[in-house]
């Protein structure tokens, strides 16, 4: 029986990180055909389009009665996107902040993480708390819609138009890529739950852990692959750009539809452990990457990558150790 929970946990994830790429590339594709602009596609399309799959593995999760896997997902992948994926980012380079939009969103995200880390620690995130989380995306979306079409010139935006180009496809193409993707999405997405809740019973151990381990950096694995492909071609403002609209989606969209499906606890040591640590590191990226002066871009360095990423690293290396520890030793 194990075997066949890790055999599906392993395909449901490359098959999730094969669909979320082709599902945002169509997504990207057709938005630009049908006029959408630039900076609206890297905004809304591209930053929350990455964070399907978080969205659609915790609403399963909810649904089937597993809320620590689809609570361990949101979080985990926002504290993954950040130590993971931004710290080795800048590690390999560093990165300039040149958006002004995204200069704007990090402040945003810092509020976002107060909110959530507020709604925590009254021990239950309800159907209210949902609500709130919900309203507060579509705020958040109809401010981002509201700048696309007003702020034309834009670093983010020149990014994301050179990132259209390079993509050959007709709309039909684009719109084929589009519903595939989001089918096979589904479909991985409740394999990846079932693997891991499987697991998590036979060896004994929470679902949080799983969510906040293997689910979540299987499900920040799209965002990893985009940022290495922005990194290629030096395009700073759309590495962070995702792990911005991305941890902003898991934090107001992810769990929001989640509690509205099932409301769950929030355990003490949840909050002390990963809240409080999601928390730091959303408040390292905004010290690194926002500055304070308007004369000069915001610039996360090799240094404070590395110390996002040896932060993760340790994050992850205890987890293991806890796991271990509560695991119980069976007979044979």
């Given at each position: 029986?194990?075997?066949?929970?890790v055999l599906a946990i392993c395909l449901g994830l490359v098959l999730l990180i094969w669909s979320a790429d082709r599902f945002v590339d169509g997504a990207a594709v057709s938005a630009d055909?049908?006029?959408?602009?630039?900076?609206?596609?890297?905004?809304?399309?591209?930053?929350?389009?990455?964070?399907?799959?978080?969205?659609?593995?915790?609403?399963?999760?909810?649904?089937?009665?597993?809320?620590?896997v689809a609570l361990g997902n949101a979080y985990g992948s926002n504290i993954a996107n950040i130590g993971l994926i931004l710290?080795?980012?800048?590690?390999?380079?560093?990165?300039?902040?040149?958006?002004?939009?995204?200069?704007?969103?990090?402040?945003?995200?810092?509020?976002?993480?107060?909110?959530?880390?507020?709604?925590?620690?009254?021990?239950?995130?309800?159907?209210?708390?949902?609500?709130?989380?919900?309203?507060?995306?579509?705020?958040?979306?109809?401010?981002?819609?509201?700048?696309?079409?007003?702020?034309?010139?834009?670093?983010?935006?020149?990014?994301?138009?050179?990132?259209?180009?390079?993509?050959?496809?007709?709309?039909?193409?684009?719109?084929?890529?589009?519903?595939?993707?989001?089918?096979?999405?589904?479909?991985?997405?409740?394999?990846?739950?079932?693997?891991?809740?499987?697991?998590?019973?036979?060896?004994?151990?929470?679902?949080?852990?799983?969510?906040?381990?293997?689910?979540?950096?299987?499900?920040?694995?799209?965002?990893?692959?985009?940022?290495?492909?922005?990194?290629?071609?030096?395009?700073?403002?759309?590495?962070?750009?995702?792990?911005?609209?991305?941890?902003?989606?898991?934090?107001?969209?992810?769990?929001?539809?989640?509690?509205?499906?099932?409301?769950?606890?929030?355990?003490?040591?949840?909050?002390?452990?990963?809240?409080?640590?999601?928390?730091?590191?959303?408040?390292?990226?905004?010290?690194?990457?926002?500055?304070?002066?308007?004369?000069?871009?915001?610039?996360?360095?090799?240094?404070?990558?590395?110390?996002?990423?040896?932060?993760?690293?340790?994050?992850?290396?205890?987890?293991?150790?806890?796991?271990?520890?509560?695991?119980?030793?069976?007979?044979?």
């Amino acid at each position: 029986m194990t075997f066949f929970a890790v055999l599906a946990i392993c395909l449901g994830l490359v098959l999730l990180i094969w669909s979320a790429d082709r599902f945002v590339d169509g997504a990207a594709v057709s938005a630009d055909y049908f006029g959408v602009s630039p900076l609206i596609i890297g905004m809304v399309v591209v930053g929350f389009g990455t964070s399907a799959p978080e969205l659609i593995v915790s609403g399963f999760a909810a649904a089937g009665g597993n809320p620590g896997v689809a609570l361990g997902n949101a979080y985990g992948s926002n504290i993954a996107n950040i130590g993971l994926i931004l710290g080795l980012a800048a590690l390999i380079s560093p990165i300039l902040v040149s958006s002004q939009v995204i200069r704007k969103e990090l402040p945003i995200l810092m509020g976002v993480t107060l909110l959530a880390a507020a709604q925590a620690w009254s021990g239950e995130i309800n159907r209210l708390s949902g609500i709130v989380l919900l309203s507060v995306f579509a705020m958040l979306m109809g401010w981002t819609i509201y700048v696309g079409i007003q702020k034309k010139a834009d670093p983010l935006a020149e990014e994301v138009e050179r990132e259209l180009k390079s993509h050959k496809l007709t709309l039909n193409q684009a719109i084929f890529w589009l519903i595939v993707g989001l089918i096979v999405l589904i479909g991985s997405a409740r394999l990846l739950v079932w693997g891991a809740v499987a697991l998590a019973e036979m060896l004994g151990v929470s679902e949080i852990i799983i969510g906040l381990t293997i689910i979540a950096v299987g499900t920040s694995l799209p965002e990893l692959a985009a940022t290495f492909s922005a990194l290629r071609k030096q395009e700073s403002d759309i590495v962070i750009g995702n792990v911005i609209g991305s941890n902003l989606f898991n934090t107001l969209a992810v769990v929001g539809i989640a509690a509205l499906i099932k409301p769950f606890s929030v355990d003490r040591e949840i909050f002390y452990r990963d809240i409080t640590l999601m928390f730091l590191m959303t408040l390292a990226t905004f010290v690194f990457g926002f500055r304070f002066s308007r004369k000069r871009p915001g610039r996360i360095n090799r240094i404070e990558g590395g110390i996002l990423l040896v932060s993760y690293i340790i994050y992850l290396a205890y987890l293991v150790m806890v796991t271990l520890q509560r695991t119980p030793v069976t007979a044979t």
